[in-house]
């Protein structure tokens, strides 16, 4: 057994707690409360963190952790201009990631982990897009879910991510959950989204999409023609 103390230990469910601690047994928490009555109750070492809060940790919800790296891929493109509306910051996306190599993507998930616990975030709700990178999270140090992103119209594409679904989600180690993610209404087909439902709800995963990020996108939901239809469908082959 270990206690930690800080000057303030900040409880889920109380207000902060001056001169707090925890003492922790096995990688559990076996008792919150004073340092000076963990001391009494417990034979154990004492580490102390003064000037710190000593609390839970922070958890980021919506995350894309393998993109962590872009700011430095946009520069290296050369296309570093401002995207001025939705589509096209995703066109933007779309091209910086195509002369990506998969070490890139392992070192920006990576770092994307390290930035995360540096900052005191130790749990994630992650969406993955290259499915190659599942290995990577195994000494992340974060908890969480990875949610398998789905995306396109093509169905010889998006079949095999279906069928490879169980064999996917046994890469995720321990600490780790699985979800879903169809990207978004206009990026999947009518098709992909029901079967990714299905899929969903036969395993009983939770899913996450990305809805009304902007105003183009409600408006082409909405049936009014845009940059969405004009711009990005032809760009990536989705004119039908």
């Not at 207000?15 to 928490?29: E, T």
């Not at 096209?88 to 091209?95: C, E, F, N, R």
């Not at 990026?187 to 996450?208: H, M, N």
Request: aromatic share 8%; net charge negative.
């Amino acid at each position: 057994m270990e206690i930690f103390a800080a000057s303030y230990m900040l409880p889920i469910n109380g207000s902060p707690v001056a001169g707090g601690a925890i003492a922790v047994a096995d990688g559990k928490i076996a008792a919150v409360g004073k340092l000076a009555d963990l001391r009494r109750m417990y034979p154990a070492g004492v580490r102390e963190f003064p000037g710190c809060v000593l609390m839970p940790g922070l958890v980021n919800a919506h995350s894309h952790l393998e993109l962590t790296h872009f700011p430095a891929w946009l520069h290296k493109s050369g296309l570093g201009y401002a995207p001025r509306s939705y589509v096209d910051w995703i066109v933007q996306v779309i091209k910086v990631k195509r002369g990506i190599s998969f070490e890139d993507l392992c070192r920006s998930l990576h770092e994307g982990c390290k930035i995360s616990l540096q900052s005191g975030t130790t749990m994630v709700g992650d969406i993955l897009s290259d499915r190659r990178l599942l290995p990577v999270y195994a000494d992340c140090g974060l908890s969480g879910r990875v949610y398998l992103e789905f995306i396109g119209h093509d169905p010889e594409r998006f079949q095999p991510l279906l069928a490879s679904l169980e064999a996917d989600i046994s890469k995720l180690p321990a600490g780790l959950l699985p979800g879903l993610s169809p990207h978004a209404p206009f990026t999947v087909s009518q098709q992909l989204l029901a079967e990714v439902v299905a899929a969903a709800e036969r395993r009983a995963l939770p899913i996450v999409t990305h809805l009304a990020e902007s105003g183009e996108e409600v408006r082409f939901l909405a049936g009014t023609p845009g940059k969405i239809s004009e711009i990005l469908y032809p760009f990536v082959g989705w004119e039908q």
